[in-house]
């Protein structure tokens, strides 16, 4: 275990009974991790991770329903009323399962087995947090049922990276009677043994972009008979990236990125249609909210400048992650008393990254922290395909995420008298 976790005698956020679950426990949980690694499955496709997870709750004693949100699964323990009558009140925990279509080359002996996917977001990781929290809360219910004054809900989420997962358990209900919803991301600038905390805004905004870029085909020879969709979309990217940096406003970043381009169909036939793919970002929402006719008239003049014409297609993926200020301290105190004040980050600045985590947020309270995954030599970005997370990070993310559900109950049980 590369991270260990510090020990407050005089006011343990985790009994010493947990932590010598948590240390049993590991051995197996880093090789249920492993094993979800060696096979990644694709957002929506996520039946076998799902089948594995569903068991394992299962197994400790969860009441599960499987299929939420397509291949999603959900799991609760604890009392669904209050002695008094009434029912319990409900805190969450999300994590997702979701690879994505990136060939692995970690060099890893438990490396992905299928071609051209790969877990490298850490969802195999998130997962497997998930399934060490569900163990050791199981072990509160059967030894300390008292301490469970309210019902433990956990979020199994598919389709994260195609930002689609979180919008059809939401749909199912995964979210109903939720007060309070925790959510964890593995980061690879923070060493193992760390975590990363931040009130407000933790994630940008986030949009997919598709454009259209019609010319008219011809010879290859003779490119001024034709009008060459293939040079327009190379001025579409690179004219949206210098429109950035003089039409809009330095001090509100906005990030647009291509990812895919379809076009042609022969060498030397000049293109008539070309397709790009792409992601904006940016941390001002109301920015964000200008942007897809930004883009349209910005793209449109281009393309028409040159003899082309275009289509625009904007879609809105996620809006910001805003980390509720009091949940969020109260991560940071947990992760104070287990890890160290010393290893307890407060980020300066949000991520342009962006986390469907937000739509779950919508009408409740939440926070996410940021997990430290970078062992001695460091850690590759996510995304990479040798991203290589440290597996000493499973302990931290289990033992705050255990502790940040039962300080929530024991201050909701006593709001509650």
């Known amino acids: 275990m590369t991270a260990s976790l510090a020990h407050d005698r005089s006011n343990p956020v985790l009994s010493d009974d947990l932590r010598d679950v948590l240390t049993a426990a590991l051995p197996e949980l880093i090789e249920l991790r492993r094993h979800l690694h060696r096979h990644p499955e694709l957002s929506g496709q996520e039946q076998q991770t799902a089948a594995l997870v569903a068991g394992e709750l299962r197994r400790h ?44 080359r970690t060099g890893l002996s438990y490396a992905s087995c299928r071609q051209g996917l ?46 689609e997962g979180a ?10 009677g939720i007060e309070a919803l925790f959510g964890v991301h593995v980061y690879p600038s923070i060493p193992v043994g760390s975590i990363g905390v931040r009130c407000g805004s933790l994630t940008a905004a986030a949009g997919e972009l598709e454009v259209e870029v019609l010319g008219e085909g011809g010879h290859g020879a003779r490119p001024h008979q034709s009008t060459d969709a293939i040079w327009i979309a190379a001025r579409v990217v690179s004219g949206l990236q210098e429109a950035i940096s003089r039409r809009l406003d330095a001090l509100h970043p906005v990030v647009v990125s291509f990812g895919r381009i379809e076009g042609g169909k022969a060498f030397n036939v000049i293109a008539d249609h070309v397709r790009l793919l792409g992601t904006v970002r940016c941390l001002d929402t ?16 281009l ?5 082309g014409e275009a289509r625009v297609r904007y879609r809105v993926i996620s809006p910001p992650v805003n980390n509720d200020r009091e949940l969020t301290e109260l991560v940071a105190g947990v992760g104070e008393q287990l890890l160290g004040r010393e290893q307890v980050q407060w980020l300066e600045q949000p991520s342009l990254g962006a986390e469907d985590f937000a739509q779950l947020l919508e009408g409740t309270r939440g926070s996410m922290f940021r997990l430290g995954v970078a062992g001695p030599e460091g850690c590759s970005p996510l995304h990479s395909s040798t991203f290589a997370a440290d597996e000493g990070c499973l302990p931290v993310g289990i033992g705050v995420l255990t502790g940040s559900l039962l300080r929530w109950i024991d201050r909701r049980a006593a709001r509650l008298g």
């Open 303 to 307: 393309c028409q400048g040159h003899g």
């Open 61 to 104: 004693g969860w009441q599960v329903r499987e299929g939420v949100g397509r291949t999603g699964v959900l799991a609760e323990l604890g009392p669904s009323s209050l002695p008094g009558g009434g029912p319990a009140p409900i805190v969450g925990l999300r994590v997702d399962m979701d690879a994505l279509p990136v060939e692995e």
């Open 286 to 301: 109301e920015l964000h909210a200008q942007l897809p006719a930004w883009i349209d008239d910005t793209v449109q003049a």
């Open 118 to 163: 790969m877990h490298a977001c850490g969802h195999d990781i998130h997962a497997t947090v998930g399934l060490g929290v569900a163990r050791l809360l199981a072990h509160v219910a059967c030894h300390d049922p008292a301490r469970l004054t309210a019902r433990v809900r956990l979020l199994f989420q598919p389709a994260e990276e195609t930002a």
């Open 167 to 176: 919008a059809w358990m939401r749909a199912e209900g995964a979210m109903e």
